[in-house]
């Protein structure tokens, strides 16, 4: 029996996500990175997968659309990615490119977030592939069995 929500997984997972937030933040400081933590995420998941609507990208990253949004108007704003209406079927959808300067960004800073984070996986004891994969499955059964949405 648990006695204290305190002492429990969930809330050392919540403590440890607000921490590595707000480290990350720090570490973007300190790289002088142009774009936020955020922005990078998004950046990310349009380099790998391209054709991404926004409201997938949304579910994607566990944001709202309106979220997601000012995510991709900022980065079109600093001119990293272009938006495109594009005819899809019966529908039009907006097409998020990454630009020549997008693409060189993301690299330079994917060359420096790999460097941070085999520093720091380095120093753990654990297989960070089991720690993942552990995750991932909290995440789907709290999802599944809330039935949970990021609208």
């Known amino acids: 029996m648990v006695e204290h929500y305190t002492k429990t997984l969930p809330y050392e997972l919540?403590?440890?996500?607000?921490?590595?937030?707000?480290?990350?933040?720090?570490?973007?400081?300190?790289?002088?990175?142009?774009?936020?933590?955020?922005?990078f995420i998004v950046l990310d998941c349009l380099y790998l997968k391209p054709d991404i609507i926004q409201i997938d990208l949304a579910k994607m990253i566990l944001k709202g659309r309106a979220h997601t949004g000012r995510f991709l108007k900022s980065l079109e704003e600093k001119k990293l990615i272009e938006r495109k209406p594009v005819r899809q079927a019966t529908r039009t959808v907006t097409r998020n490119i990454i630009t020549p300067e997008g693409l060189k960004l993301y690299k330079k800073m994917c060359a420096e977030m790999d460097k941070y984070i085999q520093e720091t996986n380095s120093q753990l004891n654990?297989?960070?592939?089991?720690?993942?994969?552990?995750?991932?499955?909290?995440?789907?059964?709290?999802?599944?069995?809330?039935?949970i949405k990021f609208d």
């Open 14 to 39: 919540e403590l440890t996500s607000r921490v590595i937030h707000e480290a990350t933040k720090c570490y973007f400081e300190q790289c002088n990175f142009p774009i936020t933590p955020e922005e």
């Open 126 to 147: 654990v297989q960070i592939n089991d720690v993942i994969k552990l995750l991932q499955i909290i995440r789907q059964n709290c999802t599944e069995k809330f039935n």
